[in-house]
């Protein structure tokens, strides 16, 4: 297990787009002051739950079939309808991996949670505002009081090759063979919204509609297939054809689910990357002077501005679209960051809804001031820089009058923007 383990690590740290930063995305030494990222506790989602299962608050109820997966999508209140399936032998429990028996992972704007059906533990990342992605297994054993343990062994792919230089979280493209195994490393590729949908999903299933992708291409000749006749496996309804669906606990494998994790679990590397870079500056230097290149990418990704513009509608299970919205935060309007787009993009209005996440307002104060003041001025107008130029006035006008209404924690001059 630890030779694949470290045969799978040197593949994920391939350097195969390391643009996001411009030139800052190197690993941080994350384990030092001031972040010490293993010997902290962490403060997140899982530490909570493991918190009132230990005081006997939460019994997580275990289910014959599925173990503790229904017990502990219910505690953490991750919706079925999150459900996405990959059969790519990428991850830790690869073994168990296959098309035959995909790896289903679920998520909330929180946790993400992996299990594979058959396989000896649950797999869950976590996020911690001040450490950034925790990573946690849960034994699939009926005891008393399951105990979800930290775990280093996850950091050998996730921490930190694959997602901005601190641990994190990823997607990615991984074309394979009828087993699963990689098929061609020119092809595997980081996922993020940036990332074509005709590029997208090899290595996983896709349910819903959509215009080409590489979804649900299993084996070399489905690969051939698909230069061919890219339509070929796209648009598909039911994974049935492919493997006995009863082995999940829900069905199919979003693509509207897949496009939120993507546009996710990247956002939530970036406001890691900057929490803790700006924190080891502050410590370094006394100022975060330095990280404008940084601050900049960071708001191109939160405002959506290099999205691939979707080339024909997509839907998928109505489920999904009204789970994600039901935490919607709405303006006198009706308005919210929460609300999907999906014909020309993913969402109506460009800025991500993880704002309202702690993970964002837990950014070291200095970092956080320079990202409202520029978010700030980019939404009015005042910013000039032609990197933002894209964003259409309606949108911003929008975005700004959405967030003057619903987010708490804004410095007073955004609500009296003559006076600063
Ligand atoms: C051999 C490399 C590897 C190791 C080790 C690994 N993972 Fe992953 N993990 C992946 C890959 C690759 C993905 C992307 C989806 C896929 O291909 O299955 C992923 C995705 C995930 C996801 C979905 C969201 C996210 O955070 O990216 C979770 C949850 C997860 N892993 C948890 C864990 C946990 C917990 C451990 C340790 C107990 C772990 N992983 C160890 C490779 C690994």
Not at 288 to 311: D, G, I, K
Not at 365 to 371: D, M, Q, R, S, T
């Amino acid at each position: 297990m630890h030779l694949h383990i470290a045969l799978l690590a040197s593949l994920a740290a391939l350097p195969l787009f390391a643009e996001d930063f411009q030139g800052s995305d190197h690993p941080l030494e994350y384990d030092h002051d001031p972040i010490k990222y293993s010997d902290t506790q962490p403060a997140d989602a899982i530490a909570a739950l493991q918190q009132k299962i230990t005081s006997g608050e939460v019994k997580l109820g275990w289910d014959e079939k599925f173990g503790y997966l229904p017990a502990v999508l219910d505690a953490l209140k991750v919706p079925r309808s999150s459900q996405m399936l990959v059969f790519s032998k990428t991850s830790l429990q690869r073994k168990h991996i296959s098309p035959d028996n995909p790896r289903a992972l679920y998520f909330n704007d929180d946790v993400y949670i992996g299990y594979v059906p058959g396989a000896p533990v649950m797999e869950i990342s976590a996020v911690d505002p001040n450490l950034g992605g925790t990573f946690y297994f849960l034994e699939l054993e009926n005891v008393r009081k399951p105990k979800f343990v930290r775990s280093a062994d996850c950091l050998s792919c996730h921490g930190g090759q694959r997602s901005l230089g601190i641990p994190g979280h990823f997607v990615r493209s991984v074309p394979t063979d009828k087993a699963g195994e990689l098929l061609t490393l020119e092809e595997v590729r980081d996922i993020n919204q940036c990332t074509p949908v005709a590029d997208r999903w090899a290595g996983w299933y896709v349910t819903g509609n959509s215009g080409p992708h590489r979804g649900n291409l299993v084996g070399e000749k489905d690969l051939a297939h698909y230069k061919e006749d890219p339509f070929a496996k796209a648009n598909v309804r039911d994974l049935s054809s492919y493997f006995d669906e009863s082995k999940h606990i829900a069905k199919g494998s979003d693509i509207v689910a897949l496009m939120v994790l993507e546009h996710q679990a990247h956002m939530h590397n970036y406001f890691a990357r900057l929490n803790i870079e700006a924190r080891q500056m502050m410590a370094a230097y006394g100022h975060v002077r330095y990280m404008r290149s940084q601050v900049n990418a960071f708001l191109r990704y939160l405002l959506f501005t290099e999205e691939s513009p979707l080339p024909v509608p997509v839907s998928g299970n109505p489920d999904f679209v009204k789970d994600f919205t039901a935490s919607a935060v709405r303006d006198s309007k009706g308005r919210s960051l929460r609300d999907f787009d999906l014909k020309t993009r993913m969402f109506k209005y460009p800025c991500s809804y993880l704002i309202y996440n702690p993970a964002f307002d837990a950014m070291a104060a200095p970092i956080k001031e320079v990202i409202l003041q520029k978010l700030h001025d980019i939404l009015t107008g005042r910013e000039t820089d032609e990197q933002f130029a894209k964003i259409p006035a309606g949108d911003r006008k929008a975005v700004l009058e959405i967030l003057l209404e619903t987010k708490k924690t804004l410095p007073d001059y955004w609500r009296a923007p003559q006076q600063k």
